[in-house]
């Protein structure tokens, strides 16, 4: 069945209007018209079948006549583990990381954090105030995507109990690390079953220490590179996200019955 | 010869001083001392030779005996065609797609760009001022994160121009395109020379006309999806940077004899 694209401010009281390139092609070349049927979808994970009401070269008005929604969340769930960086940079953290599908933030609290106030204090109400906020931005991001889940930003927790936490695969970039690229590491994971629970750890503005890669390392975590060039650690947090889910998203989805992928 | 990172602040006057578990273990592991020569690589794009001068378990101090450069610099020259946004996502842009290691930045007008003021033409004052913020912020950019090149924020052109660049690969990443993810695209990708140029459009706010992306197509720029979840521009610009360099550098870099690849 042809499939096309609206936006979906042309998506009304369950009734679909279509202009342009699209209307021509349906009338012209394809030659539908009154009473034929045609697949719909509007970026935001839903799809409708739309059964033709009026045709012309210039409009196409249809009815909905079945409504799906495509499922946009990741069985890639990852967790970051995020060295608490200054304010802003957080921010912009976790808007983007919550865009490009992640399950859950976790900052933490490691050697190179900059005390800010009190931030470094789990349960101040400093920090109250700023995980409401981030939550508040998750919420409002995960809808500006067409998600249906909304990450949560959890409490702030030192590094130690961090690296404890249980995934199938856990990363840590690290600018010291040379050997290992993280485009190998990835590519050499056994996904075995899904959901698959990544987690990355991201250190703050300075960095990791070599104690911590050490205690990383001990933990099952695999320092990875993330290239030549010095992100900020900010950049680092969306990127290994972004990297990590093209990696792997389409190696669990072959695994599922009945799902293809681009 | 065994290989070992310091944070440039260890790099002072052609010495280097190694501290904690890596000084442990070149003493005491390896067993090296005075006159034994090790490598040393800061993660800014420098690699050294240096001849230990005094050793011990929690400091090992050396001379710079060679000092090398790392080729940090991309052989995939991006150009981002760029919607014009509003201008705090411009500056975001402009950062991070540097820190990724982009060429060169192109502003362009597009069917839904929203002007404001008089940004939206070329070679107006206002346009001259953010023009000059820009190309600062990717100065800086730059330095930071170890590049050699500085890339150019260029005057803003209408998208009718900047399709009629030229280019090895094109990439348009559109939310109405389901059939062909990036990915596929990368994949099959001939790079077969070096430099390869890319170039990459992303749409502003409201994101592109139908009848863009029937132009973009015209002159061969392939549309492309980033995946089920809705982007922001300046999320599609960094992320869409991001893969192309994920993909692409290690298969230019496989063409160049001498060079390996993490």
Redesign the interface.
Known sequence: MP?F?V?PEFVYEQKISIR???SRHITNVLRLGRGDVINV?D???KEYVVLIERASASTVEGRIITEKT???ESLVEITLFQGLPKAKKMD?IVE?CT???INKIVPIRTARTIPETDADYTGTSQMKVRLSRWNKIARESSK????VKIPEVCDLIPFSHAINEKTDLSLIPF??E????I??TLKRCPVASYPCRVGIFIGPEG?W???EI?QARHNGIIPV?L??????TE?AA??AC??V??EL??IIKSKIPGVS??
Chains 1, 2 share one sequence.
């Open positions: 499939r694209f936006q342009g390139g699209d979808f970026g935001t994970g495509i499922e946009v912009l983007k865009e490009l599908g500006q995507s067409g998600r600018e010291g040379r050997e290992q690229g485009k190998k960095g220490t070599k104690e050490g590179s290239g030549l060039r010095i992100l900020r950049t969306m990127i972004a990297l889910l093209y998203e389409p992928d681009n």
